[in-house]
């Protein structure tokens, strides 16, 4: 059965704290790997596609990886304003219907 | 700035009502999607739509319809609400052809008492 999933479920860290989110798949055939990131009362908003095994992207202080089995969303010294809860879903399909999503990693920085 | 909009943020309904959700996307985007979210579960497919007047079952289409008559409108209906389908719903929309990314609207809490 294909399935996302992510962990921690909720992660804390002090402002500057540098740390990882993790996110393992495993399905039949993936077709890419997004993050996203949904605050409070919001809808989620696009952050990375990755798309094959060994592929990075950076965004201020947000780097996400891609492995055969996983990928990893590190926060290099978090803000305050990181704080959010980040998603992981793998495409499995053609024209996005077919998108796992991970239950979500609850990220909390303190100042 | 590109935007998807769903018409009711929140919304208290009674077991058997019919409801109904509405999203209005302004990118003239050919694929619309409704999710819902709960807790520890993660976002579920409910109907896709990749043209006006076509629909498609994701993984929980029991209980949902959906109505596309304008390319830029997907509307969601409970034909009888019932207390299991208190939930977040979330409206998305991308390009035809996939490999991109889904833009949400913000979501309409829905509880069904």
């Known amino acids: 059965e294909d399935q996302v999933t992510q962990s921690p479920e909720a992660l804390r860290l002090q402002e500057g704290e540098s740390s990882s989110l993790n996110c393992s798949y495993t399905?039949?055939?993936?077709?890419?790997l997004f993050w996203y990131r949904q605050d409070p009362g919001k809808g989620p908003e696009f952050l990375f596609t990755?798309?094959?095994a060994g592929e990075e992207k950076e965004k201020e202080r947000l780097k996400a990886t891609l492995t055969k089995k996983e990928s990893f969303l590190h926060i290099t010294a978090p803000k305050p304003e990181d704080s959010a809860t980040y998603l992981c879903?793998?495409?499995?399909?053609?024209?996005?219907?077919?998108?796992?999503f991970g239950a979500g990693t609850r990220l909390t920085v303190k100042p | 700035d590109v935007k998807v909009t769903q018409s009711s943020r929140y919304l208290v309904k009674r077991t058997g009502e019919k409801v109904f959700l509405e999203c209005v996307q302004d990118?003239?985007?050919?694929?619309m999607f409704w999710y819902r979210q709960d807790p520890g579960l993660g976002l579920r497919l409910i109907y896709f739509?990749?043209?006006?007047?076509?629909?498609e079952k994701g993984d929980i289409p029991e209980g949902y319809s959906v109505s596309r008559e304008k390319k830029e409108r997907f509307s969601l209906i409970l034909e009888s609400a019932s207390t299991n389908q208190t939930s977040m719903y979330l409206c998305?929309?991308?390009?035809?052809?996939?490999?991109?990314?889904?833009?949400f609207g913000e979501g309409s809490r829905l509880t069904v008492l």
């Open positions: 990118m003239d985007h050919e694929n």
């Open positions: 879903a793998a495409e499995l399909g053609y024209n996005n219907n077919d998108m796992r």
């Open positions: 739509s990749y043209d006006v007047k076509m629909k």
């Open positions: 399905v039949s055939g993936l077709r890419g």
């Open positions: 998305a929309s991308s390009l035809w052809g996939g490999r991109g990314e889904l833009f």
């Open positions: 990755l798309y094959s």
